[in-house]
């Protein structure tokens, strides 16, 4: 995990493996995702693979050795009691933490690394970057949050005709379907997902961090439960200094400078 300016920058760095999840790389990833979320100097987090691939999926080889998947570093800080234990569920914490999420899909996004950048609020894809829903050529199902996710965000009858098929998508056909936001070259992946992340950051973190909890809740309530629940977010926000910084800014015709608070 590396900082830049108001932008966590989590990389997953096993290019030599094509970034396949370990037990390790999961709890580690949860942790910095974790941290980053607490992180108020944080605006958005960015999440993209070392070298060729973003994400190939579990380490089902090493798994099979006994020597990847499901270990763990007996080193590590295990949680104090009370606090979330971000080793067992992952795809939870990506789904809960209330700062915005940018997949960078920068190559080959199969398995666990596809239910990962489905898990971001926005991907934005290479132009040779595949995703491969490829769970039921291999005898399972999306364990990490994509039997959720992929309807959502497609509908049914579209995730149906995905999951039960299996086959591989081209970025080009994940920009038609709506999978990813945009599919730019190659060389350009990490630069526009750090771009977009540099807009989203310019803005009062304060209200995007409420617009996303509402997008949640939004998944499992009605609309006047909804509109209830928005307008108790809206009262903070009101008394925040950002809110004056906001409407100071429109006034005076110049780009606001929100801090947060």
Not at 136 to 154: A, M
Not at 186 to 205: F, G, H, S, T, V
Not at 222 to 235: A, I, P, R
């Amino acid at each position: 995990m590396e900082r830049r300016d108001h932008v966590a920058l989590l990389t997953l760095n096993r290019p030599d493996r094509m970034n396949t999840i370990s037990g390790p790389m999961l709890d580690a990833l949860s942790r910095a995702l974790v941290e980053a979320d607490r992180d108020q100097a944080v605006r958005c987090i960015v999440i993209t693979g070392a070298g060729r691939a973003f994400c190939a999926g579990l380490d089902l080889q090493g798994a099979s050795d006994g020597n990847a998947f499901g270990e763990r570093d007996d080193a590590a800080p295990r949680p104090r009691a009370g606090e979330l234990d971000p080793r067992s569920t992952p795809p939870t914490v990506l789904h809960n933490v209330d700062t915005p999420t940018i997949a960078a899909v920068n190559g080959g996004a199969a398995g666990y690394g596809l239910d990962l950048a489905l898990g971001c609020d926005i991907r934005i894809a290479a132009e040779s970057a595949k995703l491969a829903p490829a769970f039921v050529k291999r005898g399972i199902l999306p364990e990490s949050g994509g039997t959720w996710l992929l309807p959502r965000i497609l509908g049914y009858a579209k995730a149906a005709e995905i999951a039960f098929v299996g086959d591989t998508l081209l970025a080009k056909e994940c920009l038609d379907l709506g999978l990813v936001n945009h599919v730019v070259p190659d060389d350009r992946c990490l630069d526009a997902a750090l771009e977009m992340a540099n807009k989203i950051a310019a803005n009062a973190p304060l209200a995007v961090r409420a617009t996303k909890r509402m997008f949640r809740m939004a998944e499992r309530e009605d609309f006047d439960d909804h509109v209830n629940h928005v307008f108790l977010q809206l009262l903070p926000l009101f008394q925040s200094k950002d809110f004056v910084e906001g409407l100071t800014a429109f006034l005076e015709k110049r780009q606001p400078d929100f801090k947060g608070y």
